[in-house]
């Protein structure tokens, strides 16, 4: 159990991480026009929204996601393993990333690249979180759900807290180069945010290739295809295996937080979240 890498007032993993590293990304990172990005808080479907994006680039065929791991096809701006990758890599890049506001790479900020932000109910957030902790090295390692709910409502997990990354990144949603979704409607309506995601990307498909592209990235198919269920996951982080694809529905908070913790989230969403339209959380 490692504790946790603190950057900027945000707790980051320890393995994988470095300060210089995350300095030099917000500093210098070079982020280009052609570029998608592909941002989330942990836990949102960030690796639903890479293989939809991947199948899209292919045209529905699975060949690439069905033959290279999920982090080498859409690398991560802020590892050890992604950064390298994509400072190297020529032409149009597919980056995704974590990273709060303040600690994005500054030059997105006059940029014409893409991003697409997924948000998800932060109750179903810590749910997730909590259980996909459970099985890693990672962090540290809280003993009960208790302990993960106070520790994610103060913000002290990684990537800091819920509420501050989504106030900052959500500020940006006027912007043309700017697209949210929710898990929640990639969800109830796949379909429909495929196409939704195709005219921001500025891509055409055929119905059949629309087809193959639900096909591959339902949940059943992206459990079994282990170029993206996280099983290669070197030993060290996870020993005892990586399960990214749980449950995969919508609510499964309600099966866990007690009557006391669901008023205390609702209570702290109010004051956190107070100013947004309505509409803009669809589970809320
Ligand atoms: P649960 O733990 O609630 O099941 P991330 O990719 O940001 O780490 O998010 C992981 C969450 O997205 C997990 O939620 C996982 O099951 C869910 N997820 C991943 N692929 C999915 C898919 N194809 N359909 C539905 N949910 C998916």
Same mark, same amino acid.
């Given at each position: 159990?490692?504790?946790?890498?603190?950057?900027?007032?945000?707790?980051?993993?320890?393995?994988?991480?470095?300060?210089?590293?995350?300095?030099?990304?917000?500093?210098?990172?070079?982020?280009?026009?052609?570029?998608?990005?592909?941002?989330?808080?942990?836990?949102?479907?960030?690796?639903?929204?890479?293989?939809?994006?991947?199948?899209?680039?292919?045209?529905?065929?699975?060949?690439?996601?069905?033959?290279?791991?999920?982090?080498?096809?859409?690398?991560?701006?802020?590892?050890? %393993?992604?950064?390298?990758? @994509?400072?190297? !890599?020529?032409? &149009?890049?597919?980056?995704?990333?974590? *990273?709060?506001?303040?600690? /994005?790479?500054?030059?997105?900020?006059?940029?014409?690249?893409?991003?697409?932000?997924?948000?998800?109910?932060?109750?179903?957030?810590?749910?997730?979180?909590?259980?996909?902790?459970?099985?890693?090295?990672?962090?540290?390692?809280?003993?009960?759900?208790?302990?993960?709910?106070?520790?994610?409502?103060?913000?002290?997990?990684?990537?800091?807290?819920?509420?501050?990354?989504?106030?900052?990144?959500?500020?940006?949603?006027?912007?043309?180069?700017?697209?949210?979704?929710?898990?929640?409607?990639?969800?109830?309506?796949?379909?429909?945010?495929?196409? %939704?995601?195709?005219?921001? @990307?500025?891509? !055409?498909?055929? &119905?059949?290739?629309?087809?193959?592209? *639900?096909?591959?990235?339902? /949940?059943?198919?992206?459990?079994?295809?282990?170029?993206?269920?996280?099983?290669?996951?070197?030993?060290?982080?996870?020993?005892?295996?990586?399960?990214?694809?749980?449950?995969?529905?919508?609510?499964?908070?309600?099966?866990?937080?007690?009557?006391?913790?669901?008023?205390?989230?609702?209570?702290?969403?109010?004051?956190?979240?107070?100013?947004?339209?309505?509409?803009?959380?669809?589970?809320?």
């Amino acid at each position: 159990m490692s504790d946790y890498l603190w950057f900027e007032g945000i707790p980051f993993p320890n393995l994988q991480y470095e300060k210089e590293r995350l300095e030099e990304i917000r500093d210098k990172f070079v982020i280009r026009d052609e570029d998608t990005i592909i941002l989330t808080y942990p836990k949102s479907g960030t690796n639903w929204l890479t293989e939809i994006v991947c199948l899209i680039q292919t045209k529905g065929d699975p060949n690439w996601i069905q033959s290279v791991p999920i982090w080498d096809r859409v690398p991560s701006i802020e590892t050890q %393993k992604g950064y390298p990758l @994509l400072i190297n !890599k020529e032409g &149009p890049r597919l980056i995704s990333s974590h *990273l709060p506001f303040h600690l /994005f790479p500054n030059s997105f900020f006059s940029s014409k690249a893409k991003v697409i932000y997924v948000i998800r109910n932060p109750r179903d957030v810590l749910v997730s979180g909590y259980f996909f902790l459970s099985k890693t090295k990672y962090v540290k390692y809280p003993e009960s759900l208790t302990t993960y709910f106070e520790w994610f409502l103060k913000g002290n997990v990684v990537y800091g807290s819920w509420f501050e990354h989504t106030c900052a990144w959500i500020s940006m949603r006027e912007r043309d180069n700017f697209l949210i979704l929710s898990y929640e409607d990639i969800k109830k309506d796949t379909k429909s945010t495929i196409k %939704k995601i195709c005219d921001f @990307l500025g891509k !055409k498909l055929e &119905p059949d290739e629309l087809d193959m592209i *639900l096909k591959y990235s339902s /949940f059943k198919a992206m459990k079994e295809n282990k170029m993206s269920n996280f099983s290669l996951i070197k030993e060290y982080i996870a020993p005892n295996g990586l399960v990214l694809l749980r449950k995969g529905m919508t609510g499964d908070w309600k099966n866990h937080f007690t009557v006391a913790q669901a008023e205390a989230f609702d209570k702290v969403f109010q004051e956190k979240m107070a100013g947004f339209p309505p509409g803009l959380f669809p589970w809320e």
